[in-house]
């Protein structure tokens, strides 16, 4: 299967329509602002700290045929699964001939969203005059779906992972429907914070749905749409521009997880590029089997974290549309891993989507590595937790991701931030954590001698420690424990990415990926996240730059004395 951009007749049709950059300019730029009005209106409102502080959704806007206008920054990671999501949501409630002004739909079906089920959308076709000119989408992180746990990473198929939507009208021509409603709290641990989230998603799409058309109204349906072809070449241009510096060619490389969750074992994989001119395709079909355990990653998500590698790479800085995907054909096979069939599980997808990213860099970086970065930690260290809190029997839940390290560039240091695939989002602060959860933060500190060393060293990692002040229940999802980020053009790994935890009876142990550990009071778990991979021979390090990482205490004098031969100390 492959999967490639097409126009409608229509949207061709409209560009005989005079057009000029600067109304296209225009038009660009406020379509990105309706969608961080969307972003907006959801963190304003939202219940749960995974959405308002982490910023764990995708707020966008699609034209009629399911291309993308615009995307707010927060989790690039669901850039490209997002019109997959609105198409399959349309065609589960009918097709278009059966959509409405006020209709707004849910979907989850994470074979057709490219997201675990956790991940629920809502759609809004946006209409004027009973036209459809687009629609408004919000997919955000729920707290709770009713799986077998909040949080899973040792599922066998994809019942076991949430409660799935798929495609139900929500509204129905501006008209709550009360049993969809009803149906949505009663599957989750967390009701009230379902509600809420859910209620804060609906202002988000509403916000977006009159902000489109506001814009139409000014422009006009004809030139408005004509300005959104030349839209979409201006965004082809600038990522082919970038591509075109790549040798054309074929190229290959391997990335692995470290279980598929319920089996032992590494799971290998193999991505094959195929560069022609600005063209490139990207070839899953050597991927293993579809795993046992959820790693699995549905299409969707497949074609996104294809998307995102590209985009981040070729896009120049700019905020993505439709006309970036053009130049990328993804290409894979039914009942593999990276197109696997349902009921297949599928929650931990996104894990896999990392190293796709990961693997991608790596392979370009042997024909362009003046473009491409080191490996970064490779992972979000994530954690989901729950319980019921003492005082009250209350239920709740938080998740998290935890920055690792990123790799070392061309004529610059990794920084600590998220991994690309997350490089919208955040950690929440200290104090919204102990506001909100029963835990001690005793320890958030960038990790010494954690990066890889080179002319330009990695990130450092961080080392996070949490203390419980009552019972807890939590899921890790930590991958890339058996395989340290890579340096490249003779850097030198980084550290590896693990989750220690330590009783309060002082017995210590390693628990990266598990599913429901129940944490006893007193108890504390530590993340230690990944560090970059260096860029470069570190013989060539400057050596003001080694000073000043010792005086600032990212690097101790031994690793200094291992890593770096030319440097004298005093």
């Known amino acids: 299967m492959s999967i490639d951009i097409f126009q409608s007749k229509e949207l061709k049709k409209n560009k005989k329509i005079k057009t000029d950059p600067i109304t296209s300019e225009i038009i660009r730029n406020s379509l990105n602002s309706a969608a961080e009005q969307m972003k907006k209106a959801l963190v304003r409102s939202a219940f749960s700290p995974i959405i308002y502080e982490v910023l764990d959704f995708a707020s966008a806007i699609y034209d ?17 699964t997002l019109s997959f999501c609105v198409e399959q949501a349309v065609k589960e409630v009918g097709g278009e001939e059966n959509i409405f002004d006020g209709d707004i739909i849910i979907y989850n079906n994470p074979y057709g969203s490219g997201s675990h089920s956790q991940d629920a959308a809502l759609v ?42 798929p495609g139900l009208k929500l509204y129905k021509k501006g008209k709550l429907e009360e049993d969809i409603f009803k149906l949505i709290k009663a599957n989750s641990r967390v009701p009230k914070a379902i509600e809420g989230d859910l209620n804060a998603q609906l202002n988000g799409i509403i916000a977006g749905a009159n902000a489109l058309k506001r814009i139409v109204n000014k422009f006009g349906y004809e030139l408005f749409y004509a300005s959104v072809l030349e839209i979409y070449e201006h965004g082809e241009k600038l990522v082919r521009k970038s591509l075109q510096k790549i040798p054309d060619g074929t190229y290959s490389g391997f990335g692995q997880m470290d279980s598929n969750g319920v089996d032992e074992g590494v799971v290998k994989f193999k991505i094959s590029i195929e560069v022609k001119g600005s063209d ?53 096979k039914k009942g593999t891993m990276f197109n696997p069939v349902s009921p297949a599980p599928c929650f931990l997808n996104g894990w896999p989507g990392l190293q796709v990213i990961e693997v991608i860099y790596r392979i370009l970086s042997e024909k362009l590595p003046e473009a491409f970065p080191a ?26 991701p935890h ?30 954590w102990e506001s909100k959860n029963p835990w001690l933060i005793n320890k958030i500190e960038l990790a010494k001698d954690s990066c890889g060393a080179g002319e330009f060293r990695g990130g450092l990692g961080l080392d996070l ?68 991979g260096g860029y470069g021979n570190p013989e060539f390090r400057k050596i003001e730059k080694i000073e000043y990482d010792l005086k600032q205490e990212y690097l101790s004098k031994k690793y200094v004395e291992e890593n770096f031969k030319h440097f004298k100390f005093n």
């Open 280 to 332: 490139l395709i990207l070839d899953f079909t050597d991927a293993p089997d579809q795993q046992n355990g959820p790693i699995n990653c549905p299409l969707p998500s497949t074609v996104s974290k294809a998307r995102v590698a590209f985009s981040m790479m070729a896009g120049n800085g700019e905020q993505p549309n439709e006309g970036f995907f053009r130049p990328l054909i993804v290409k894979t």
């Open 375 to 400: 490996s970064s930690g490779g992972c979000l260290a994530a954690a989901v937790w729950w319980g019921k809190r003492e005082k009250d029997g209350e239920p709740w839940a938080d998740g998290a």
């Open 64 to 80: 009629k045929n399911y291309c993308m206008l615009s995307q707010s920054p927060s989790l690039p990671g669901f850039m490209g």
């Open 124 to 165: 809004k076709p946006v209409f004027i005059e009973n036209k459809l000119i687009g629609y408004t989408a919000i997919k955000a992180h729920w707290l709770d779906t009713g799986g077998k746990e909040p949080y899973s990473t040792d599922t066998v198929d994809v019942f076991q992972e949430g409660t799935i939507y």
């Open 465 to 532: 420690e949490f203390e419980m002040i009552e019972e807890t229940f939590i899921t890790t999802v930590v991958e890339r424990t058996k395989n340290p980020p890579w340096g490249i053009k003779d850097g030198k790994a980084g550290r590896a990415n693990n989750v220690q935890v330590i009783k309060k009876n002082g017995d210590k142990f390693f628990m990266p990926k598990k599913s429901g550990y129940k944490l006893d009071k007193g108890d504390k778990i530590i993340f230690l996240t990944g560090g970059g």
């Open 403 to 432: 920055p690792v390290g990123q790799g070392g560039f061309y004529n610059g240091d990794g920084v600590t931030s998220m991994h690309h695939n997350s490089a919208g989002t955040r950690i929440s602060p200290t104090e919204i």
